[in-house]
Structure formats: structure tokens, C-alpha cells
């Protein structure tokens, strides 16, 4: 499985940005994969921000919940974060993951939120 992050950048506090995902060389069908997104900031683990399930269960960290939505669009083979109200707690390589019997992880996309 190949996942490619897109989306990532500079962004003023209070500001959106929208990632996105597109998973390729898929080997079950792409509704039947658990899509999330993680991230990690320097000298931090990596950490889940949210995924949803392949039943359509959406989890989401306490630190994203009224602030980021996650999307799939299982037609694209794609997985969408729009992210508001960014806080400089926020900047941090955000990670596409996918899960099916195996781990997958795209290479990353720098979110910066600064003035």
C-alpha cells in the first residue's frame, strides 16, 4: 500500500488548512482499511489524531474534537483532514496511516502554525 499526504504548510493561529491522503497499490478494497491521521512533533511520539474504521466509526483525540473533521471518499481512494482554529500546538508532521492486518504510513506533510 502506497499512501501520499498532500496539503501541508504555513498557517497563521485561527487559520484552516485541509490535508489529504490518496492511497494506492491497495490490495483489499479501500473501504475495507482503518484511515487515520497521526502526527508528531519534535522530541514527541508519534500520536493519533483521528481515524475512522472500516464500519465507519470516527475516533478523534481530544485536542482535534470541534476543531478538525476527517473524510473518506472511498470512490478516490482518499482520506481528507480539514483542519481549523490551528493552534501553534498543532504544528507537526501530520502522518496518513491506513490498518488492515498491516500498518501503513505515508512519508508526511509539515503543518506549521505560526505568526
Known amino acids: 500500500v502506497q499512501l501520499v499526504e498532500s496539503g501541508g504548510g504555513l498557517v497563521q493561529p485561527g487559520g484552516s488548512l485541509r490535508l489529504s491522503c490518496v492511497a494506492s497499490?491497495?490490495?483489499?478494497?479501500?473501504?475495507?482499511?482503518?484511515m487515520g491521521w497521526y502526527r508528531q512533533s519534535p522530541g514527541k511520539q508519534r500520536e493519533l489524531v483521528v481515524n475512522?474504521?472500516?464500519?465507519?466509526?470516527?475516533n478523534y483525540a481530544d485536542s482535534a474534537k470541534g476543531r478538525f473533521i476527517m473524510s473518506r471518499d472511498n470512490n478516490k481512494n482518499t482520506i481528507y483532514l480539514q483542519m481549523d482554529s490551528l493552534k501553534p500546538e498543532d504544528t507537526a508532521v501530520y502522518y496518513c496511516?491506513?490498518?488492515?492486518?498491516?500498518?501503513?504510513w505515508g512519508e508526511g506533510t509539515l503543518v506549521t502554525v505560526s505568526s
Open positions: 475512522i474504521t472500516d464500519d465507519g466509526t470516527t
Open positions: 497499490k491497495i490490495t483489499w478494497p479501500f473501504n475495507m482499511y482503518t
Open positions: 496511516n491506513a490498518k488492515r492486518i498491516l500498518n501503513y
